[in-house]
């Protein structure tokens, strides 16, 4: 595809050929609205359980508000990917999952994964807004399902919630928790990639109010990437105690060890030179199985704890207080290769897009080498009061949060053979390098959190609701640079130590009003904000934070805004649709002053406008539907003279999923869907873009009592299409997965 440096004009939009099939889901068979005006609304109560499912509809969650909350009655548009759907659709990991929610790309992490576990929502990176079951999980690893019951993404600034970051919005894994119930369960899946993969799912009731689960994970996986191999060993046990009484205590711990290969995936046709925004001419002409780099040399080792004590207090029918401490440990070892197209070709000629693509050639450089320990310990404190004042009720929520998050990073010098060359066409991974590793610096960075927040849940009467509710965090951050080679502090390219800290202190937000003139109808209108501090610790940065200079270290937080109208409707076929139009913005971005490059202003502006929906339920007892989609238009407002008027990376103009699965008697079930994108851009520049593409995939399973088989068929058509780009450049892409086959074996024991 040639480069088309012009932004797309609003009216250059044309209907995905995917479009009809997503919209399909939309279309409800019986799809009268239920007119009960008086229906009972479901209670609003303090829980620790994750959100509550019946099949692939969501009808409450307790993430968004910290309160068993019905979704009608969250002003906030929110994706929820429920256990039965990932089951259904053999999901494996939390990208697989996230494939069910419209707006979200990929972008290869630094030190690059083969999982490629950096997500851009609605067009704004969420490295740094992972959570799971509420509190912030800042690790750099591979997330798996094996101990996941469902993946929520929250759309929308949630800084009210969730605290710093959230620009495009969080995702929050919710985990498998013990029940007063038996479960033993064992699980295999046999993949055509290689893929193998052994777990365990244990429910034990220990008492008349207390359980243990166990879950297990084991996997030693090819995948279609070549060389590309994925090693597991996963323990999640968790303890409960006093379920059903007015104290519940949970003890939960999960370990995680990956071993695997880095991929920052394949070279781009685009050379920097010699137009001045460079030249990009299309997708790799290669299959999507080819790896770049050298498969003797890469690997990424992660190790990961997260500890969890949970303990929800009900002093009486009116008053509960949840405390919930989180310990958390992530190390990853890491060496990496950067493969791009070579200036030149086999004959030495300079490299154009007449050049044959026998000719062309990949410059690697094994130059990537880090280790991290990063330690994370966090404590909330909530108390949750339901009272009345007149004929208005009220659910108050006051928290305190407390945080203290520590980065250690070490990085390498490289000295040896560490490049060569090799044909795109035909890489070769088993290229030999000789060379050393020396340390070169380490990169120590902390912050500490200090919020308190509280939420009003506000019912005027039946018809009329609102939320309102703000939060006040300090964000006290800092970084040292300490050079190995005698242990002084490191100097940066503009002769300052790289010795900074700072202080910020933010107030944030979310108010919004609903409005039901019927049990089956729900109106909203809403708006928030959330801060993203110069000192932020990030998941995927070298040195896992912002600060890099004096200028910059005096720089204020960004600050984001979104804006909601929104709806949903339950019909009487117990389909549930929401949608919402949104404006998410960031209104002063860090960019570097035209005046004087030194320094760091808040002038740049973007912003992403949009319309999403969604349907989930059962249009039958046999038939369940699950659909979503996204049209998004975003611009980059002000800001550095390369990128104004243009559209933001990772912003497809249009995507979604839909999903349908029907029993047909006697244990059997078939089901299928879509997954589908239009293009976008792989850098703000607009200096090259990704093809859109429509991905089907389909399943068979034969489901008893005792035990289920599923067979699971990935990319039936054998689409080649990207799911991802690499650091805000058009010089790589991450290929997706090609037509595969999983079959799983799920056998449950009396």
Known sequence: MAGNSRRRAPSQFRLHPAAAAIMMAFAVPGGALAQSADEALPEVEVTSSPAKTEGFRTESTPSVTRTETPLRDIPQYVNIVPQELIRSQGAKSLQDALRNVPGITYAAAEGGTQASQLFYLRGFPAGGDLFIDGIRDIGEYNRDLFNIESVEVLKGPSALMFGRGSTGGVINQTSKTPGLNSLKEVGVSLGTNGEKRLTGDLNLQMGEHSAFRLNVLGEDSETYRDTVDNKQVGVAPSLKFGIGTPTEVTVSYMYLNTDGQTDYGQPALWLTAPAPRGTFWGMPPVGLDKYYGFANYDFTEWETHVATLRVDHRFSDTLSLRNSTRWANYNRNMEATIATLATKDANGNPVTPATPHELLLVDRNHSKSRDNDDTVLINQTELTWKLETGAVKHTVLTGLELGKEELDRMSYNFIGTTKDQTS????????????????????????????????????????????????????????????????????????????????????????????????????????????????????????????????????????????????????????????????????????????????????????????????????????????????????????????????????????????????????????????????????????????????????????????????NLFNLFDEKYYIGGYNNSPNRVIPGLPLSGMVTLNYRFD
Do not use: C, H
């Not at 050079?483 to 107030?507: K, L, T």
């Not at 999403?612 to 998004?632: F, H, L, N």
């Not at 589908?676 to 859109?692: I, K, T, V, Y």
């Open 424 to 711: 795109l066409l035909n890489p070769n991974p088993y290229s030999q390098l000789s060379y050393t590793k020396t340390l070169n610096q380490n990169n120590v960075s902390e912050a500490e959190t200090i919020a308190v927040y509280v939420q009003d849940q506000l019912e005027f009467s039946p018809e009329w609701k609102a939320l309102l509710g703000v939060r006040f965090e300090r964000y006290d951050t800092s970084v040292q640079q300490i050079s190995m080679a005698d242990g002084s502090i490191a100097v940066g390219m503009d002769g300052v130590p790289i010795d900074f800290d700072r202080v910020d202190e933010m107030v944030s937000g979310r108010a919004g009003v609903i409005w039901q003139p019927t049990g089956a109808q729900s109106y909203y209108v809403s708006a928030g904000n959330s801060y993203n501090p110069s000192g932020e610790l990030g998941v995927y940065g070298a040195t896992g934070t912002n600060l890099s200079n004096g200028a910059n270290s005096i720089v204020d937080p960004e600050e984001n805004r979104s804006y909601e109208i929104g709806a949903q409707w339950d019909f009487t076929s117990n389909v549930q649709v929401r949608t919402a139009i949104f404006r998410n913005e960031k209104i002063n971005a860090r960019m570097t002053d035209p005046a004087d490059a030194t320094q760091v202003i808040l002038a740049g502006k973007r912003r992403v406008d949009g319309v999403e929906v969604s349907a989930s339920g059962r249009i039958t007892p046999s038939w369940d539907i699950y659909g979503a989609m996204a049209y998004m238009d975003g611009e980059i407002v002000s800001g550095p003279e390369t990128v104004v008027g243009r559209t933001p990376l990772g912003v497809p103009e249009l995507s979604g999923t839909v999903w349908t699965l029907y029993r047909l008697g006697g244990g059997w079930e078939v089901g299928g869907g879509a997954y589908a994108s239009s293009s976008w851009w792989l850098d703000d520049q607009n200096r090259g873009e990704a093809p859109s593409y429509v991905r089907w995939d389909a399943t068979v399973a034969y489901v008893q009592r005792k035990y289920d088989v599923r067979l």
